[in-house]
């Protein structure tokens, strides 16, 4: 364990990316090259999923206009302010920087899009006009990336818009289980306030579960998006699961995030090779534990996590074991006080290219912990979906013409997790946009 874990790390979940100052901002957007232009884009522009024009708007807070700025970004993607926090800019914008390849810092393109949005919302900039009403009337269902972004887009092209939402509060993943050193819940509120204005009507803890309400809904609107996400987390049961301090990673950080922090012990496992695990791992870190190991049975090399996110988490002491698979929780009095651990080593490749992780028999140990958390991955909404005719799916997600977002029940369209399994918020936008694009296709169509 790092001495920089224990002695900088316990209660601090305050942004890993601090915001610029407007000096800093300044300095910043001069250093932009401003690529691209009539024969090109720029590469960070194409490497963003939402299509933010990055060299006008870093243009327009170099020529001291953060406001300008904003509403360049809000033209693409309306949850702006919340994708300049959570956005995994290291393989995105900021990797395809010119300035990576003249060996210097790539821009800061992240930390100046939230300086323009935040700057917008501090001074009441609406993010978008909208447009006369056009007499449309479209569903979302979900308040997630996807859905508020669909949602924000339809309703400034002149659409009315109800979104539906289970949860008591918008932004889906965002506001639940996104990391809180990332993204604790603002500013989705002001997203949503700004959604409001543009005249969309958000319904939360309003579960559409029955075919009765979709029926309800198909009623009353032309088009149907589906932003509903991926549900709970992949069930793998393990003897001991209901010790106390074993948990699935989706309600360890929702309570983290609503102010009941679990209680981590000192020593915390966290089994997984992808970014929640990596997440988790670093929450366990500043909940307080001293020792916080990841248990993954494939090796580095196979890990899906980012790998910044990974070299992050090791930089922060969270301890990695390769090529071990948990077995077994062990407790005392109902407190999980071990895990039992299979040693693995690596077969012929699976279906998914990988190699397989096969056990080493006899070799099992056990790791003493206070705490598990499963980061497995999460599972599609198969039982919502079935209520929906003609709906296709591939591998529990929502089959869709990637031209259009249309599913195959032509009424409806999707975008974000629900289609790609779980990726990033901004993926979530770009898939909306697309959406919209094909939701307006089909309704305008329909009226001629
Ligand atoms: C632990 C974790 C950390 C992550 N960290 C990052 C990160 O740092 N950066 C990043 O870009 N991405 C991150 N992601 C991924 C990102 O959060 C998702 O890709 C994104 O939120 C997907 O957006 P969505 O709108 O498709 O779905 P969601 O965000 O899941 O939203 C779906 C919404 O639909 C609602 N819903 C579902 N079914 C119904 C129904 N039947 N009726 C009513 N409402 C319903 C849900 O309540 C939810 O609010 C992370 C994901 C996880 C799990």
Request: proline share 7%; charged share 25%.
């Given at each position: 364990m790092s001495a920089f874990a224990q002695e900088t790390l316990v209660g601090d979940f305050?942004?890993?990316?601090?915001?610029l100052s407007e000096e800093?901002?300044?300095?910043?957007?001069?250093?932009?090259?401003?690529?691209?232009?009539?024969?090109?884009?720029?590469?960070c522009t194409v490497a963003c999923p939402a299509d933010v024009d990055v060299p006008t708007f870093?243009?327009?807070?170099?020529?001291?206009?953060?406001?300008?700025?904003?509403?360049?970004?809000?033209?693409?993607?309306?949850l702006a302010a919340s994708c300049a926090r959570v956005c995994p800019v290291e393989v995105l914008c900021q990797a395809s920087?010119?300035?990576?390849?003249?060996?210097?810092?790539?821009?800061?393109?992240?930390?100046?899009?939230?300086?323009?949005?935040?700057?917008?919302y501090a001074n009441g900039v609406a993010p978008r006009k909208k447009a006369a009403a056009n007499g449309h009337k479209v569903a979302v269902i979900g308040a997630?990336?996807?859905?508020?972004?669909?949602?924000?887009?339809?309703?400034?092209?002149?659409?009315?818009?109800?979104?539906?939402?289970?949860?008591?509060?918008?932004?889906?993943?965002?506001?639940?289980?996104?990391?809180?050193?990332?993204?604790?819940?603002?500013?989705?509120?002001?997203?949503?306030?700004?959604?409001?204005?543009?005249?969309?009507e958000i319904k939360l803890e309003a579960k559409i579960d029955s075919k009765k309400a979709l029926a309800e809904i198909e009623k009353e609107v032309e088009a149907i998006f589906l932003g509903i996400g991926y549900?709970?987390?992949?069930?793998?049961?393990?003897?001991?699961?209901?010790?106390?301090?074993?948990?699935?990673?989706?309600?360890?950080?929702?309570?983290?995030?609503?102010?009941?922090?679990?209680?981590?012990?000192r020593r915390a496992a966290v089994i997984g090779g992808g970014n929640t695990a990596m997440d988790v791992a670093r929450e366990a870190l500043r909940l307080g534990a001293e020792e916080v190991t990841v248990l993954y049975r494939r090796t580095q090399a196979e890990m899906p996590a980012f790998?910044?996110?990974?070299?992050?988490?090791?930089?922060?002491?969270?301890?990695?074991?390769?090529?071990?698979?948990?077995v077994a929780f062990k407790g005392e009095n109902g407190r999980l006080t071990a895990v039992e651990c299979q040693p693995m080593k690596l077969g012929e490749p699976d279906d998914s290219g990988r190699?397989?992780?096969?056990?080493?028999?006899?070799?099992?140990?056990?790791?003493?912990?206070?705490?598990?958390?499963?980061a497995i991955g999460q599972r599609p909404r198969e039982e919502f979906l079935s209520l929906i005719d003609g709906l296709e799916l591939e591998w529990g997600r929502i089959k869709i013409n990637p031209e259009t977002g249309q599913t195959t029940n032509p009424k409806y369209f999707a975008a974000g997790d629900a289609i790609n399994g779980g990726a990033t918020a901004v993926q979530a936008v770009g898939g909306a946009k697309v959406a919209v694009a094909g939701i307006e296709a089909f309704v305008q169509g329909e009226k001629r």
């Open positions: 305050s942004d890993l990316k601090s915001p800093e901002a300044l300095v910043q957007a001069d250093l932009c090259l401003q690529c691209g232009g009539v024969y090109a884009t720029a590469p870093i243009a327009q807070i170099a020529a001291g206009d953060p406001g300008a700025a904003a509403l360049t970004l809000f033209e693409q993607n309306i920087c010119v300035m990576n390849s003249q060996d210097e810092a790539a821009i800061e393109i992240g930390r100046l899009q939230r300086f323009a949005a935040d700057w917008a997630g990336p996807a859905g508020l972004a669909c949602a924000g887009e339809l309703a400034a092209r002149g659409y009315t818009v109800t979104v539906y939402d289970e949860r008591a509060e918008v932004g889906g993943l965002i506001r639940y289980a996104i990391a809180p050193f990332r993204q604790h819940t603002e500013p989705l509120p002001a997203e949503a306030v700004a959604l409001a204005g543009l005249g969309v549900g709970e987390d992949v069930l793998v049961k393990t003897p001991g699961d209901d010790l106390e301090g074993v948990w699935e990673s989706l309600p360890f950080i929702e309570a983290l995030k609503d102010g009941n922090p679990p209680q981590v012990g790998y910044h996110e990974y070299e992050e988490a090791l930089e922060e002491g969270v301890v990695f074991k390769w090529l071990t698979l948990p190699r397989r992780p096969e056990p080493i028999e006899g070799a099992d140990f056990d790791l003493p912990v206070d705490t598990i958390v499963k």
